[in-house]
């Protein structure tokens, strides 16, 4: 298994642009997270899907972001519109059932809102 | 409310020195408790957690309830030690990870 897959690995785009960062899970596991990840923030839960359904949004920092899990191997995360504020690396992780399983990561998107 | 603190974010050591990575926590009761660690150049990936009580990479970390710490130690640093760590709490079973700011640790030779 290649573990978790994330594309891009690297996005530059200007102000105001609609950014989508996507997300192949761990075959099998239940669970999916998007994490957000910045110098003054550190590593922030932004959402958390179980069996494709959205479980704690709680994170989304507003209605700016949207995420979606059509099916158990495929997630998006979308910015739109985009804002320098964004800039950041976005992490996806998979686990076989809940929080308390191990999470395993992606190599995450670097993101660059200009 | 802050629930984890890291309250470092720089530890850098001589090769073979003792390690100790500081870890508090504000939860009450029996939290679940793990460490993350990122490798240069490599995804951030499960260092160990309370409940299995290993040792892994020759590092161990104690649960002390009394101080809310979940301190990561070992005894003897290497180089390839070297790595961004994340301790990661959670109130109990259904309850996401909080990470905390993480702490680069150094080894030089």
């Known amino acids: 298994d290649a573990g978790v897959i994330q594309s891009p690995r690297h996005e530059v785009t200007e102000m105001g642009q609609e950014v989508t960062l996507r997300c192949k899970p761990i075959?099998?596991?239940?669970?999916l997270f998007w994490y957000r990840q910045t110098m003054m923030r550190g590593l922030e839960l932004l959402i958390y899907f179980n069996n494709n359904v959205p479980i704690d949004d709680s994170g989304m920092p507003e209605d700016r972001f949207s995420a979606k899990m059509p099916n158990a191997s495929f997630s998006t995360l979308k910015i739109q519109p985009s804002e320098p504020r964004d800039s950041a690396v976005y992490f996806c992780?998979?686990?076989?059932?809940?929080?308390?399983?191990?999470?395993?990561f992606g190599p995450g998107t670097r993101l660059l809102v200009l | 409310a802050q629930r984890v603190t890291q309250p470092e974010k720089l530890l850098s050591v001589f090769k073979g020195a003792p390690v100790e990575l500081k870890c508090n926590y504000s939860y009450s009761g029996s939290p679940e408790l793990f460490w993350y660690v990122q490798y240069s150049r490599q995804r951030l990936q499960l260092l160990l957690r309370?409940?299995s009580r290993e040792s892994i990479k020759g590092f161990t970390a104690d649960l002390n309830k009394g101080e809310t710490s979940f301190h990561l130690k070992k005894p003897f640093a290497q180089e390839e030690d070297s790595a961004m760590y994340y301790c990661?709490?959670?109130?109990?079973?259904?309850?996401?990870?909080?990470f905390g700011k993480g702490i680069t640790l150094s080894v030089r030779p």
């Open positions: 309370h409940i």
């Open positions: 992780a998979s686990s076989l059932f809940t929080y308390q399983e191990t999470q395993y």
């Open positions: 990661a709490p959670t109130p109990g079973a259904n309850s996401k990870l909080t």
């Open positions: 075959s099998g596991h239940n669970s």
